[in-house]
């Protein structure tokens, strides 16, 4: 039972991500290049980023990932 809840967690997590992929959101940056957007989407970025600032990116999802990547916008 109990591993059938976190298969169904894990699904609803991907659906959740899929439906921002591609979109723009506000990301506040809290330490090592991972910050969380207004809903509390977890964002990885592949550069260095001033931390305690607040930046507009573009949300890219990858299949199974745990977080999405950041592309910042421009």
Do not use: C
């Not at 809840?5 to 659906?15: A, D, T, V």
């Amino acid at each position: 039972r109990a591993a059938i809840l976190r298969k169904e967690g894990e699904q609803n997590l991907e659906n959740f991500y899929k439906k921002f992929h591609g979109s723009k959101a506000n990301i506040l940056i809290e330490k090592n290049n991972i910050g969380h957007t207004e809903n509390f989407i977890p964002v990885k970025f592949d550069q260095p980023i001033e931390e305690g600032k607040i930046f507009n990116a573009e949300l890219i999802y990858s299949n199974g990932s745990k977080n999405m990547q950041g592309k910042l916008a421009i």
